[in-house]
Nanobody, 120 residues
């Protein structure tokens, strides 16, 4: 399974971006998806997650501004980011838990990261 993250860029404070994380390959199904971010000099932190039932969770710092969603048919997880703030500047990484056909258990894959820069 390969992940392709996209959608990052430079935006002014108050603006919006939508990140996408597309999974490709054969014989898999996405169980849950997550977006993490890592700002310069800081540890990677969980921003949002969505489980197999569509339940979501968010970091307190992004609640009410960010929305995670998934398109099962497209094997894609999205992060809609609104009302962006300079402190949202970071490299954003997607993480997907998948089930592989014919194999027990859950497998974890990371995307390559996409840079989001919010100017004040």
């Amino acid at each position: 399974v390969q992940l392709q993250a996209s959608g990052g860029g430079l935006v002014q404070a108050g603006g919006s971006l939508r990140l996408s994380c597309a999974a490709s390959g054969r014989g898999f199904s996405i169980k849950s998806g997550y977006w993490y971010r890592q700002a310069p000099g800081k540890q990677r932190e969980l921003v949002a997650g969505i489980n197999s039932g569509g339940g979501t969770n968010y970091a307190d710092s992004v609640k009410g501004r960010f929305t995670i969603s998934r398109d099962t048919a497209k094997n894609t997880v999205y992060l809609q980011m609104n009302s962006l703030k300079p402190e949202d500047t970071a490299v954003y990484y997607c993480n997907i838990d998948v089930a592989l056909a014919g194999r027990p258990g859950t497998y974890h894959f990371w995307g390559q990261g996409t840079l989001v820069t919010v100017s004040s």
